[in-house]
């Protein structure tokens, strides 16, 4: 995958998957990495992690432990395509062989390519993508096999804090088996990673861990000290001019947001999200100040008969608030079109030829 640049400070967000024989990082970054057997398994580090609670006490987990009940249930995924190659991680979630990962580990056999899974104890078996999310950055296979699959235990991503230990297990470099531990950094990130047609998928209330997140680990698991799937890794941060490989800042996208997609995926093939109808671009402050407009984001563009126009809103306007909150960049409307569903409502504050108004935007169904 190529980079992402977005901004504030030099910051890259990568997909962590791992492209090509070499296994490079990023798509070009870190060449120098060697290949490696994708039967390899390594142990744990260390068997137990220590790390914050709810009631602010120290818990300690064991690493072990938990590896021993998770491992079964991840997978190395293999795909190919006109394009290329590549390798990424995946889970079971559900009985019937169905597995979750992520879409940029397998969008390159998407169109005509094939996808090889590998379980814990090194079979084999050809899967078929059920479908695939690329604004959520999700997809699910299906394998048909006579194994029985164990299937991972689905926590909830809304009981997680930060501090709590974080467990990652799945192929990075296609070592399989692969064990990390770490703790949970930081919730509610907004992390925006490259999507395909030049368009950007966007990592929605990201848990954020130092847990070793390297390419390959993509579509893997992070678990919690119970075992339970908490996220799905799926990014990392890498320092500007510099060799990839973990910097202990990863992403994964939180449960309860994967499993919607998932669940819709398995039900239908395809996934429907709610959309606004409009582009908008934010007007930095310098700008706002000389064109004497208020700070938010211009509406450049308005989808006639769409929700934003039905609602009133025109191109020009500049949207200042969105639910009450400051409208300070375009990620907060693609945050509530990709967890809201259609017909839910939002409140836009804008503002046009210096008068402010209210439209209650209906979202739609994207075409």
Request: glycine share 14%.
């Amino acid at each position: 995958m190529s980079e992402a640049k977005h901004g504030r400070g030099g910051r890259r967000w990568l997909p962590w998957a791992a492209l090509g024989a070499a296994l490079a990082v990023g798509g070009g970054l870190g060449a120098g990495i060697a290949s490696a057997a994708n039967s390899s398994t390594s142990t744990p580090a260390a068997n137990t992690t220590t790390s914050g609670s709810s009631s602010g006490q120290v818990s300690v987990c064991n690493v072990t432990s938990v590896a021993n009940q998770v491992i079964p249930s991840v997978v190395t995924i293999s795909a190919r395509g006109a394009e290329g190659a590549g390798t990424g991680s995946g889970e079971v979630i559900k009985s019937g062989g169905y597995i979750l990962t992520n879409n940029h580990v397998i969008a390159i056999a998407a169109n005509g390519g094939s996808v090889e899974v590998q379980f814990a104890d090194g079979q084999t078996a050809p899967a078929t993508i059920v479908g695939r999310d690329p604004q959520t950055d999700l997809a699910v296979l299906k394998v048909d096999t006579s194994a029985k699959l164990k299937v991972i235990a689905i926590g909830s991503s809304s009981s997680v804090v930060v501090g709590q230990a974080a467990v990652v297990i799945g192929a990075p470099l296609g070592l399989s088996g692969t064990v990390t531990s770490g703790i949970v950094s930081a919730l509610d990130r907004s992390v925006q990673v490259p999507g395909e047609d030049n368009s950007a998928a966007l990592l929605v209330g990201a848990i954020q861990t130092d847990a070793a997140i390297n390419p390959g680990n993509s579509g893997g698991s992070m678990v919690n000290c119970s075992g339970q799937l908490i996220g799905v890794p799926t990014a990392g941060a890498a320092v500007p001019n510099s060799p990839g490989g973990s910097i202990g800042l990863g992403f994964a996208i939180p449960v309860n947001l994967a499993m919607t997609i998932a669940d819709e995926i398995i039900s239908t093939g395809s996934v429907t999200h709610a959309y606004f109808g409009l582009g908008a671009v934010p007007i930095p402050p310098s700008a706002a100040a000389q064109a004497g407009v208020p700070e938010g984001l211009y509406v450049q563009t308005v989808t006639p008969g769409g929700p934003a126009a039905t609602a009133g809103l025109r191109m020009g306007d500049v949207i200042t608030k969105i639910n009450g909150q400051p409208a300070t960049g375009t990620v907060q409307l693609q945050e509530l079109a990709l967890t809201m569903k259609p017909g839910a409502t939002v409140q836009l504050e804008y503002s046009r030829g210096g008068q402010s108004a209210t439209a209650t935007v209906t979202l739609g169904a994207e075409p």
